[in-house]
């Protein structure tokens, strides 16, 4: 697994994609969807052991003192980041479901008046850097819903639970020593270093290592300060990830065949059997180098393209695995909700609340309550 630029959460975010994703060195794929779950840090003698041997540890490497004494003030042992990372979903959405959530109405109209009220900023990124504002936004977007979901587990806490827990123990001993050197240098405070659960920070998920290698101080006060409600030096640091990536200025990140973004002289890509196709270019890898999924990579170039006003995919989906389209879903949400079994909203995809509500109603008539959606439960609706 790579490990070049964070190790996750899809912004701070209840997992709904996972799996190990090289390139972005973080274990899903998935965009922000929900408010971030509170953990608590609980009494454990074995980290506050492991603490003290890593304390020397990183005395060794060139952190002083006074910084790992601050950074451990109020840190502690969190059992639910352990069981976070040992109960990833095993399981990937298709890519219609995906984009469902990526460029659902709500995230493009977010986005929008995010890209409007930051332009400025934007549009001076772009010139520094050369990577368009638009795509900017859109990682943005699917990283923390434009810093609505930043993430608030503190990460000292988070990294060392996950480096004495041992599975990837090595990894995020490295990152810590890395967060440590980042509070050393005096960009951010303790109190103030908050992200996903596995130590992803700041409006755009930056790992501290990766975060290290390519923050920028884009507002010039002497900080790479991607934590604040100011997204200025998150925004440049993406950028300037992007650029160090390769990105090609004026060059599109491809498109579905037959739109304009569709890469002359590009690789045809279909996601999803039997869905739509898409032609991509070196732009494309370039994104997957910030996460390295297909899906990511269209869900951030799709966004980016519907920020600037233009349309939702044109090409249809095949049914899924049981057997509905995405308008079917959406009835069948919008039925259940109506006869009093809540979906939390009719975008199609059959998330947790929808589950739940087809368990649900199953159970009250009493048939067997599996929770999965079927042409027949859909017609038993009405």
């Avoid at 967060?179 to 920070?201: E, H, R």
């Amino acid at each position: 697994m790579q490990t070049n630029r964070r190790v996750f959460a899809f912004g701070a975010l209840a997992t709904l994609l996972s799996g190990c994703s090289s390139g972005a060195a973080r274990f899903s794929a998935t965009p922000s969807t929900r408010a971030e779950t509170v953990f608590r840090a609980v009494p454990n003698t074995g980290w506050d052991s492991w603490v003290s041997g890593f304390k020397a540890r990183a005395a060794s490497q060139g952190i002083n003192s006074g910084t790992i004494q601050r950074a451990f003030v109020g840190a502690g042992f969190l059992p639910d980041v352990i069981d976070r990372d040992q109960n990833q979903t095993e399981f990937k959405r298709s890519l219609e479901d995906y984009l469902g959530i990526a460029a659902s109405d709500e995230r493009v109209s977010k986005g929008r008046a995010a890209y409007a009220r930051h332009k400025g900023t934007l549009d001076a990124i772009q010139r520094q850097y050369g990577v368009e504002g638009h795509v900017v936004a859109a990682v943005w977007g699917l990283e923390s819903f434009f810093g609505e979901r930043r993430g608030t587990v503190p990460v000292v806490s988070a990294l060392s639970t996950l480096a004495f827990d041992g599975r990837r123990g090595a990894f995020f001993e490295s990152q810590l020593i890395a967060a440590l050197k980042i509070l050393q240098n005096g960009d951010t405070t303790p109190a103030n270093m908050t992200g996903s659960w596995a130590g992803a920070m700041g409006h755009t998920q930056f790992i501290p290592t990766s975060y290290l290698a390519y923050a920028v101080d884009f507002t010039g006060d002497g900080r790479r300060d991607i934590w604040a409600d100011d997204p200025s030096d998150a925004l440049a640091s993406t950028a300037a990830y992007l650029k160090r990536s390769g990105w090609v200025s004026g060059q599109s990140w491809g498109g579905e065949v037959g739109s304009p973004g569709a890469q002359v002289g590009g690789r045809q890509l279909q996601p999803q059997p039997g869905g739509p196709v898409f032609v991509v270019g070196r732009n494309f890898d370039v994104i997957k180098r910030y996460n390295n999924s297909d899906s990511y990579a269209i869900g951030v170039g799709h966004l980016s393209d519907r920020i600037l006003g233009r349309g939702p995919i044109q090409g249809a989906f095949p049914p899924d695995a049981n057997g509905l389209t995405k308008v079917d879903r959406q009835r069948l949400q919008s039925r259940l909700t109506a006869s009093g079994f809540d979906t939390d909203g009719t975008d199609g995809v059959i998330g947790p609340k929808s589950t739940a509500a087809i368990t649900a109603f199953q159970a009250s008539r009493g048939l067997a309550a599996t929770g999965t959606p079927s042409p027949a439960l859909l017609a038993m609706l009405g």
